[in-house]
């Protein structure tokens, strides 16, 4: 059964700083793509990051030069480094992965998978 477990979360302040991690289990996390979305109160639920099974990332414009999107294989981890946090990052951020194969053609195997979601709460 695969788990994602994110934690991190919690209240900051404008300008401040938080690291959001997600523990993958249950899966071949060295062949996953994995990303941190973000859902904030009325709006919807939107991609923050991204990193493929490579190493390579990606980023929503809002966040490019603020977060920085990591993983360690051994730890089946990955992270989100958010710095110059504003409030409109307020949001759930979720952890979500998927396995692929393939060395040219990447083909996904398997669902989606999601984490439970961290509240990130920035005051101004």
């Known amino acids: 059964q695969v788990q994602l477990v994110e934690s991190g979360g919690g209240l900051v302040q404008s300008g401040g700083s938080l690291r959001l991690s997600c523990e993958a289990s249950?899966?071949?996390?060295?062949?996953?793509?994995m990303a941190w979305h973000r859902q904030g109160p009325g709006k919807e639920r939107e991609l923050v990051a991204h990193?493929?099974?490579?190493?390579?990332?990606q980023y929503a414009d809002a966040v490019k030069g603020r977060f920085t999107i990591s993983r360690d294989n051994f730890k089946t981890t990955i992270y989100l480094q958010m710095n110059s946090l504003k409030p409109e990052d307020t949001a759930v951020y979720y952890c979500?992965?998927?396995?692929?194969?393939?060395?040219?053609?990447?083909?996904?195997?398997?669902?989606?998978?999601w984490g439970q979601g961290t509240q990130v709460t920035v005051s101004s």
């Open positions: 979500n992965g998927r396995e692929y194969e393939g060395v040219f053609v990447s083909r996904p195997i398997g669902p989606d998978y």
């Open positions: 249950g899966m071949i996390f060295s062949r996953a793509n």
């Open positions: 990193i493929d099974r490579r190493g390579v990332t």
